[in-house]
């Protein structure tokens, strides 16, 4: 399916690592020209040389998104070496601490909060004026299932992406007289640099070795699926670049669940 996504403008926060780099391999093999965003890291260059070395157009920026000044100077610089954006996805976010509610601190809820949250308004607030020019217009934040079904752990992570899903709400709300179509997806357990840094956190309190532990977890969490196995980033990104195409034009304000079935509720 052609998606029209050739030479759209696109930035991916959070993009270097697990569902952010799915999504920016997504929109690079679709032939956008894709900018995508994280803290200094060998990830973060490597996946541009990975789509460079293709002939794909993606462009690796450095950034702190914890200091407001430089999400918006990114922006600018995007739109220095552009002209201009079609396409933003919030995808930047996660549980820096796992941890019951009894362990977390007021800092833990706060960081929580600027990580999850802060990051959406920033990113958005600084990409608005751009989008506004845009014949395309897309605003598409990626939350998780923990925001509408949490767990038993990390109330910070979960209480934070439930605010994501408001918000994206709100702004398809007030931003669909200017045609500017805002979208969320909600994620369900899919394999990940977080997936990972939580198995090595419970082998840690096992005792197992983390093959072991991440063969337990991946048999639990499959076991909570319907659909039997747990996601890759790919399924993520497929539905983010869906949103983005021009076959998604009637369609703001809604919340999509790509979690293998998990999500309960009610018909």
């Avoid at 072991?212 to 790919?234: M, S």
Wanted: aromatic content about 6%.
């Amino acid at each position: 399916m052609d998606l029209g996504l050739k030479d759209r403008v696109v930035l991916v926060t959070g993009g270097s690592k697990g569902i952010g780099a799915a999504i920016v391999r997504e929109f690079a093999r679709e032939g956008a020209r894709v900018f995508f965003c994280a803290r200094p890291s060998a990830k973060l260059t490597a996946l541009a040389s990975e789509a460079q070395a293709r002939g794909e157009k993606c462009e690796a920026l450095p950034v702190d998104v914890f200091d407001a000044a430089a999400t918006a100077e990114l922006v600018n610089e995007v739109a220095r070496r552009a002209g201009g954006l079609d396409v933003l996805v919030n995808n930047v976010g996660g549980a820096q601490r796992f941890a019951g509610f009894d362990e977390l601190t007021d800092e833990d809820w706060l960081r929580a909060y600027e990580f999850n949250v802060l990051s959406v308004v920033r990113f958005t607030r600084a990409s608005l004026p751009l989008l506004r020019r845009s014949e395309v217009r897309r605003i598409i934040n990626v939350s998780s299932i923990s925001g509408l079904q949490p767990g038993l752990y990390n109330p910070h992570y979960s209480a934070s992406k439930a605010a994501v899903v408001n918000l994206g709400k709100h702004l398809a709300n007030v931003l669909a007289k200017e045609r500017i179509l805002v979208n969320t997806v909600c994620a369900g357990p899919v394999h990940s640099a977080a997936w990972d840094s939580n198995v090595r956190r419970l082998a840690e309190k096992s005792g197992k070795s983390f093959t072991a532990e991440w063969q337990a977890t991946e048999t639990a969490e499959a076991a909570k699926l319907p659909l039997g196995a747990v996601g890759e980033g790919e399924h993520i990104a497929a539905a983010v670049a869906f949103l983005a195409s021009h076959h998604s034009t009637w369609t703001t304000g809604s919340c999509f669940h790509v979690n293998g079935g998990k999500l309960a509720a009610a018909i």
